[in-house]
């Protein structure tokens, strides 16, 4: 395992006052595992000299590249740069390339420009400039000791600009790595980490030493990942792969996909690949089902719309679902989750309906079933599924869970009646 | 600044190659910030012996509490257990209530019970053990020099009811802090962080050493943060208040709130003040703004209903826009953003509509409007406001923006006429 080795140090005050979530190391340690660089650390430090210059000084004994984001905005707690420019021995000096994108931002966007905005354009003179199409922020390549150091913004569309453009086909390029890395996953659904183990320890305990299996679980689902090191890439594919399959053909009734995807990307891959069209009535997931299926590129191509019947009376208004039966069942049933998916086929006449009701928090509901009671359904014009669930979490971890399986459920319903 | 210093590791290979985002450790922060404790670093590390005796050595240099999460899972590459066993010289030793909970959560659940199920009950002898409600993994709290090293379940619920029921509590008693911390924020609408600086920049350079000024900045908003530390907590509170009211004042047309929460928040608690009730319907944000609204507690007391009306036909269908005025104005256009909050308010009665319609990235669309552009309108019965954007980001960040700027919008609107 001599793959070249990275770190990403995250720069911010707010990240350790947990202001907000570092959605930007994932995304990084990804883009790098497809090039076989390994991510060894992750650090999040605070706007401190002195945090910046000792996590330097302590991640450059083991990373061959340390990547670096935030610090850069115009504002005073933004320090990285002169921290660094001091670092690496530089002064700051003005980029007329960087100066005249920086210029021309604010006439584009009809706004004047601060002298605040001007110092963007300065960088260290011991650095190499990476340009950010998407804002005024440059970044900034130091390379010491045969080591690359990367400051880049912390602004996620911004950074993974200046990756994707820049860094990640500089990176391909330089370090070929002599070892292949190979990521190959199986997406269950249903059955808990222990029980999966239990079903393949033999198939685990068999793997060589150059064969890695992890557990990832989420409420409902586990995805289980191999990760291979090794010199020829084909025959370790083929070697991972058949290990994949022999640990699918043990758990077979819980595979959902072996694509490294969301489950909302491979159910809205599996509606396009069918032609299918759907409707949605979400009640107590408030929406965050077609939130997830319209976050794939092409959704428009399936999803024809969506009612979120929040309020019993949106059920007969909007859905038209009989008030009566409401009434009779109760508004978190299966007989209203099957109405609501029937109901929501008909209204748009898509190939396919789905419905979902529940109790997801204690609320001043009149309804009488148990707090994390949920009913779904999934309907077309010949057949319906519908099942009970019994979630045991707070409510924003039920909302999670109940949208989880609804995609599931929408994704057995394809594949069990092979529409 | 003599405050308790914590450090956070988190712990899994999930979480270097990009598998997961971490938001374990901003929720963490964000406790402990209240108490008064101030984090150093947070760092994220591989499932390895090596990696998790390095970081132990390392930040117990500077932290006086060093909270782990991560690798206590049932399966063979959770190795966190054993290794701080050894870590801190104890053996594994079973602990009789832990059995019996791990044996009650399997009995409840009408599960079997394996054998790697009851090793959970397996605890290290050096440790003091920490209860695990929702869960089978027992937390475990190992004090060494002076120093409380604790290691948690990565399971974001499991976590977080172990924090809440014993480990805050206990640190809150501990660790009395002789110096107090506040923080104090202003979210801000519409104005760029360069400009905002360049407002408010005397005030800025007039404030004392022990209050810092923080810009953090999203798409559309920027929320500026005051955090002081001192000895006297009331004058503390005092003087950042007054520091609070007059950056406020100087950037007034863009203040939305002192709260420190998410505008979805802001807008649910304005909602629910005014005892309004509202109904929206969204096409290019595909339900992302009503799940943002039913994140809330007690969404049900305002949030009637929600319409996503992603295809054409559906505003015709479900919203009965006319389909003469979608042919005369296109889809994506004020008249249609504007039919559809007023089309939103009629079918279910409420007190205000809300409308979005726009093209977040590139599709197989008639529209001839460029990508980007979006059209928000809200209404009651008497008055409309509405209003277009033009977006610059990509269809995810698009979308973000999106509903950011429609949450402000509903604010505005109710604000502006009082209702």
Known sequence: MNNTKAVIITIGDELLIGQ???????????????????????????????SIVSALDEESKHADIILLTGGLGPTADDITKP??????????????????HVKDIFTRRNRPMLERNLKQAEVPDVCTVIPNKLGTAPGMLFEQGGKIIVSMPGVPFE???????????????????SNSIIHRNILTFGEGESFLAEKIKDIESSLPEYIKLA??????????????????????????ENFRDALAARVADHVVSFDDRSLEE???????????TICLAESCTGGYITHKLTQNDGASQYLKA??????????????????????????????????????SRTIMNTDIGFGV?????????????????????????DKVMSKQYRLHYDRIQNKETAAQIALYMIWRFITTYSI
């Open 215 to 240: 557990y990832l679980p989420a409420p409902y689902a586990v995805r289980l990942r191999l990760t291979a090191h090794g010199k020829d890439e084909q025959a370790l594919i083929t070697e991972t």
């Open 83 to 100: 921290v660094l420019c001091a670092y690496f021995g530089g002064k700051l000096v003005v980029d007329e390339a960087v100066l005249t």
């Open 306 to 343: 969506a009612v979120v019947s929040y309020a019993t009376e949106a059920k007969v208004k909007i859905l038209n679902i009989d008030a009566d039966l409401i009434k009779q069942h109760g508004v978190v049933s299966e007989a209203i989750a099957i109405a609501m998916a029937q109901s």
């Open 266 to 276: 491979i159910v809205g891959n599996l509606l396009k690949k069918n032609k299918l």
């Open 357 to 381: 009701t529940g109790i997801l928090s204690n609320s001043p509901y009149e309804d009488a079933s148990p707090v994390g009671t949920v009913f779904i359904a999934v309907a077309n014009k």
């Open 20 to 50: 907000v979530i570092d959605t930007n190391s994932a995304w990084i340690a990804q883009q790098l595992n497809v090039l076989g660089i390994d991510i060894l650390r992750r650090v999040a430090i605070g706007d401190s000299k002195e």
């Open 159 to 177: 950074m993974k600009g200046m990756m994707t453009a820049v860094l990640l086909p500089m990176f391909a390029k330089r370090f070929q790595q």
